[in-house]
Structure formats: structure tokens, C-alpha cells
């Protein structure tokens, strides 16, 4: 049967804002207090989900999350009417109020990881939201991400939805971020690559000594269990623990795999002889290109500054790929004239397009991390929620929707303006229903 892989988007909430909360994540840190632009932001990402929609891609829409979070204030103690409560938090720590109104909920890749039917012991498409237990402000998302997930994919005859893993950092989850799937085409069998930063259980194993290692081997191998992914179907490989410590705080800072394709940095896994050997030894297609860059050609550094590898590679519709990234890319020489080599070069992919995410990037979010990946046959795909699918008509609706209740400039001070809550739920009702979602949102019960 024909599968197609569809994109589902992160939307940029309301609230989107540069308050330095991903220790880790260099852009983040180095972008902290600068005053953010939420409607050029939503707008960024629709007109990337609108161009891959005309490519000829299914395009999904994943709806933000109610911020400032209120619940998870009154529960630290804050107590009043909901202008109270916001003051006193800014008043007792911006960077606390700053957390419980980010729209990191926009990086979809870390919103759940997916494993597609082909490769699921019940045959079934499973879905489990990420805990991001490693920071305090990510921690916030897995109930609510669960609660779109379930109205998005809202049949138990194809689709199972898995509670998060336990809110511990033993058990940190990161979702699709550190996870790629390798396929001859969408609807076979996959391989299916869990990256991992540390093992939580034994001490004495290699482990970033500057930065967190988000996702553990352990986080990792309950996911594949839970949904059914058998041994010869997967691989576990430890992410290099050197570039977490240069700002690599998910593998897809460093590879990125589509179909037949991985494309990574020589530097990006801990032990890639073996790893290579593993995932040539397990894939069950042809043609598998390994597409390894090495350091000569792109350093680390410009690896992280430019997300080269936070690119989405695509499939069109002759069969070609495409890549997508960021305009980091086009603006960097040495990354640009790579990318150059890389399309004349004899591999599958024979496009690059450029995108101005610029809004999401200076908070450490390129293309990749804008998009969670499903890969669904014809049949699952007629089963998904059809308002969370991207069409001329609900594209222009969304950006009217935009236009009307969003902020283009936030600074960290406005984030305790009640306005701010009030205007958000506004706008989160009145995109629930242009989703046909029911009411995700707890302020909606
Ligand atoms: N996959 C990309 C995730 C980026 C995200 N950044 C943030 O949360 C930054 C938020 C801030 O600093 O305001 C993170 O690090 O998890």
C-alpha cells in the first residue's frame, strides 16, 4: 500500500520569546533577553508548511500551548486572580515566569517520537509524547502534547497513544529529536535509529562533562519496547559526548535521515565504525548512502551556527530529494558551497531551498525541529483529524488568525502583562476550532 511521510509543524504560540532557559543550546543562551517578534515567527513556519505544501507534500499543523502556564504557577504557590499571580512570579523570578510562557512547544520534533506502523509489532502507528525532563520549561509540555496527539490521531484501530515516561531524568525523553528512521520507501519495514546522549544506570560510561546529555540509552530503549520495535529493527548509538559539549544537544544538530539517506557529521556519533556496520548489517533495502561530512568540510561550529544538518530532506514527487534549511546556510560560504557539492554529487539528493526561520534559530529551532514526521499508508492517513492537514484555504485562514491576535514585539517584562493571558486564549479557542481539536486546553474545561 502507498505510505506517505506527512510533516506535522509546530505553529508558534503567542508568547514566543528569547529567555536563555536551554543550557546547552548556544543560540538560546547567546539570544536570551532579546525582544522577540511571535507574529513574524507564526508567520515564518506557515510559509514553510505552505511551501512544502505546494511541493506536493501532506502537510500537518500541530497547535501551541496554552502560556503563560497559570496551573503550573498556582502549583509553585502563587496564589490571586491571574494578573496577581503573573506579578508576583515576575516579581519573584522573571526567568520562572519566562519558563511557564515559552512556546518551545513549536520544536514538534521534540514533541513525541513515532514509530510508523510497518515497523510496530501490532501493526499499529505508535505515539509517545517526549517527558523533556531536562529542562524545567520543556517539562511543562508532555499532558498537553499528548492531548493534540489523541485528537489528531483519533482512532484506536490504527493509531496508540503511549503516556509519557516517568518525569525523571533517568528516563529523559526528547522525542524524534534523537530518533530517524531509515526505509527503502515510506510504507516498508524501517530501521529505525534511537540516538542517545548517556547511560543513567552505570556511571562509568562516557558522558558530556560541560553540557547535558538530555536522552538516555534507557529513555530509548522504553520507547522501542513500548511500541513494539523489534530488536532487528533498531539501533542504539550513543551520540559523540565532545559535540553535546560544542552545543549539539539533540542528534538532529548533526544527522538527519530520510528513506535510504543518512546524512551526518563524521564527528556526530561516538563509535561510527560500528555503528555503520550495525545499520548496514540491519537495513533491509538498497542503495543505503551514508552521506558523512567531514570536519574539513564543515567544522563543528559551523555545524551548529548554520543547522546544516536541522535540514528536513524530502522526497518529491519524481522520487528525488530535496533538502530544507535554514538561511543560515545560504549565508555561510563554506556551508553554501557544500551544499552545492552535495546536490551534483551522485546521491539522492538533487535540491536545496532555502527558509528564513530565523525567529525559531536564534532560539536553537531550524527547520527539522519545526516538524514531527509520520509516516502513515493511505488508509491511516484518511483516519487523521483532515483540519490539522494544511490546505490554500485553512492556510490563509491561519495567517488572518495570526494577523488578528498576535504580538510583533514580546520582551520579558510583557510577559507578565495579564493582556498577554488573556489575548492567547482568545486566539488558542478560536484555533481549536479552526482545527476541529475539542478542547486540549485546561483554561477550555
Ligand atoms: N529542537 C530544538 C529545541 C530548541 C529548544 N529551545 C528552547 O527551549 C529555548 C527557549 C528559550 O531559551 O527561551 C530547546 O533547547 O529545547
Same mark, same amino acid.
Given at each position: 500500500?502507498?505510505?506517505?511521510?506527512?510533516n506535522?509543524?509546530?505553529?508558534?504560540?503567542?508568547?514566543?520569546?528569547?529567555?536563555?532557559?536551554?543550557?546547552?543550546n548556544?543560540?538560546s543562551?547567546?539570544?536570551?533577553n532579546?525582544?522577540?517578534?511571535?507574529?513574524s515567527?507564526?508567520?515564518?513556519?506557515?510559509?514553510?508548511?505552505?511551501?512544502?505544501?505546494d511541493m506536493?507534500l501532506?502537510?500537518?499543523?500541530f497547535?501551541?500551548?496554552?502560556?503563560?502556564?497559570?496551573?503550573?504557577?498556582?502549583?509553585?504557590?502563587f496564589?490571586?486572580?491571574?494578573?496577581?499571580?503573573l506579578?508576583a512570579?515576575?516579581?519573584?523570578?522573571?526567568?520562572?515566569?519566562?519558563?511557564?510562557?515559552?512556546?518551545?512547544t513549536m520544536?514538534?520534533?521534540?514533541?513525541?517520537t513515532v514509530?510508523?506502523?510497518?515497523?510496530?509489532?501490532? &501493526?499499529?502507528v505508535?505515539?509517545?509524547?517526549?517527558?523533556?525532563?531536562?529542562?524545567?520549561?520543556?517539562?511543562?509540555?508532555?499532558?498537553t502534547?499528548?492531548?493534540?496527539?489523541s485528537?489528531?490521531?483519533?482512532?484506536?484501530d490504527?493509531f496508540?497513544?503511549?503516556?509519557?515516561?516517568?518525569?525523571?531524568?533517568?528516563?529523559?525523553?526528547?522525542?524524534?529529536?534523537?530518533?530517524?528512521?531509515?526505509?527503502?520507501?515510506?510504507?516498508?519495514?524501517g530501521?529505525e535509529?534511537?540516538?542517545?546522549?548517556?547511560?543513567?544506570?552505570?556511571?562509568?560510561?562516557p558522558?558530556?562533562?560541560?553540557?547535558?546529555?538530555?536522552?538516555?540509552?534507557?529513555?530509548?530503549?522504553?520507547?522501542?519496547?513500548?511500541?513494539?520495535v523489534?530488536?532487528?529493527?533498531?539501533?542504539?548509538?550513543q &551520540?559523540?559526548?565532545?559535540? *553535546?559539549?560544542?552545543?549539539?544537544?539533540?542528534?538532529?544538530?548533526?544527522?538527519?535521515?530520510? &528513506?535510504?539517506?543518512?546524512f551526518?557529521?563524521?564527528?556526530?556519533?561516538?563509535?561510527?565504525?560500528?555503528?555503520?556496520?550495525?545499520?548496514?548489517?540491519?537495513?533491509?533495502?538498497?542503495?543505503l548512502?551514508?552521506i558523512?561530512?567531514?570536519?574539513?568540510?564543515?567544522?563543528?561550529?559551523d555545524?551548529?551556527?548554520? =543547522?546544516?544538518?536541522?535540514?528536513?530532506?524530502?522526497?518529491?514527487?519524481?522520487?528525488s530529494?530535496?533538502?530544507?534549511?535554514?538561511?543560515?546556510?545560504?549565508?555561510?560560504?563554506?556551508?553554501?558551497? =557544500?551544499l552545492?557539492?552535495?546536490?551534483?554529487?551522485?546521491?539522492?539528493?538533487?535540491?536545496?531551498?532555502?527558509?528564513d526561520?530565523n525567529?525559531?534559530m536564534?532560539?536553537?529551532?531550524g527547520?527539522a525541529?519545526?516538524r514531527l514526521?509520520?509516516?502513515?499508508?493511505?488508509?491511516?492517513?484518511?483516519a487523521?483529524?483532515?483540519?490539522?492537514?494544511?490546505?490554500?484555504?485553512? =492556510?490563509l485562514?491561519?495567517v488572518?488568525w495570526?494577523?488578528?491576535?498576535?504580538?510583533?514585539?514580546?520582551?520579558?517584562?510583557?510577559?507578565?502583562?495579564? &493582556?498577554?493571558? *488573556?489575548?492567547?486564549?482568545?486566539?488558542?479557542?478560536?484555533l481549536?476550532?479552526?482545527?476541529?481539536?475539542?478542547?486540549?486546553?485546561r483554561?477550555?474545561?
Amino acid at each position: 500500500m502507498k505510505s506517505v511521510e506527512v510533516n506535522f509543524d509546530g505553529l508558534v504560540g503567542p508568547t514566543h520569546n528569547y529567555a536563555g532557559l536551554s543550557e546547552g543550546n548556544v543560540a538560546s543562551l547567546s539570544n536570551a533577553n532579546e525582544s522577540s517578534n511571535p507574529k513574524s515567527a507564526a508567520l515564518q513556519g506557515l510559509k514553510k508548511m505552505k511551501a512544502l505544501h505546494d511541493m506536493g507534500l501532506t502537510q500537518g499543523i500541530f497547535a501551541p500551548q496554552e502560556r503563560p502556564d497559570i496551573y503550573t504557577l498556582k502549583r509553585l504557590g502563587f496564589q490571586g486572580s491571574d494578573a496577581q499571580i503573573l506579578a508576583a512570579a515576575y516579581k519573584t523570578s522573571p526567568t520562572l515566569l519566562a519558563s511557564c510562557c515559552s512556546a518551545s512547544t513549536m520544536w514538534t520534533a521534540n514533541a513525541a517520537t513515532v514509530s510508523p506502523s510497518a515497523d510496530t509489532q501490532n &501493526q499499529k502507528v505508535h505515539f509517545t509524547a517526549a517527558n523533556l525532563a531536562n529542562k524545567f520549561h520543556r517539562s511543562l509540555e508532555p499532558e498537553t502534547t499528548s492531548n493534540i496527539l489523541s485528537a489528531i490521531f483519533n482512532n484506536d484501530d490504527y493509531f496508540q497513544h503511549h503516556q509519557h515516561l516517568n518525569d525523571n531524568e533517568h528516563f529523559g525523553d526528547e522525542g524524534a529529536a534523537n530518533h530517524t528512521r531509515l526505509c527503502e520507501s515510506y510504507g516498508d519495514k524501517g530501521l529505525e535509529i534511537f540516538t542517545y546522549g548517556r547511560v543513567a544506570f552505570n556511571r562509568n560510561t562516557p558522558k558530556p562533562v560541560k553540557y547535558p546529555a538530555r536522552q538516555t540509552l534507557e529513555a530509548s530503549q522504553a520507547i522501542a519496547r513500548l511500541h513494539g520495535v523489534s530488536a532487528e529493527n533498531a539501533v542504539f548509538v550513543q &551520540q559523540n559526548p565532545d559535540v *553535546i559539549d560544542q552545543g549539539v544537544f539533540h542528534n538532529d544538530v548533526i544527522a538527519v535521515g530520510n &528513506q535510504n539517506v543518512l546524512f551526518y557529521h563524521e564527528q556526530a556519533y561516538l563509535n561510527t565504525d560500528s555503528f555503520k556496520a550495525e545499520v548496514s548489517q540491519k537495513f533491509s533495502g538498497n542503495n543505503l548512502h551514508f552521506i558523512e561530512v567531514s570536519s574539513e568540510q564543515v567544522s563543528i561550529e559551523d555545524a551548529v551556527n548554520t =543547522y546544516l544538518f536541522n535540514t528536513q530532506i524530502i522526497t518529491l514527487a519524481d522520487n528525488s530529494m530535496a533538502i530544507i534549511a535554514p538561511m543560515h546556510c545560504r549565508e555561510n560560504t563554506q556551508v553554501f558551497d =557544500y551544499l552545492q557539492s552535495l546536490i551534483a554529487a551522485n546521491n539522492p539528493i538533487n535540491h536545496v531551498e532555502f527558509f528564513d526561520v530565523n525567529e525559531s534559530m536564534k532560539n536553537g529551532g531550524g527547520p527539522a525541529c519545526l516538524r514531527l514526521r509520520v509516516a502513515l499508508t493511505e488508509q491511516e492517513l484518511t483516519a487523521v483529524n483532515p483540519n490539522c492537514l494544511l490546505t490554500d484555504s485553512l =492556510y490563509l485562514k491561519l495567517v488572518t488568525w495570526v494577523n488578528k491576535h498576535y504580538r510583533d514585539t514580546l520582551t520579558l517584562k510583557d510577559l507578565s502583562d495579564p &493582556q498577554l493571558l *488573556i489575548e492567547s486564549r482568545t486566539a488558542l479557542d478560536e484555533l481549536t476550532q479552526l482545527l476541529s481539536l475539542g478542547s486540549v486546553y485546561r483554561f477550555q474545561n
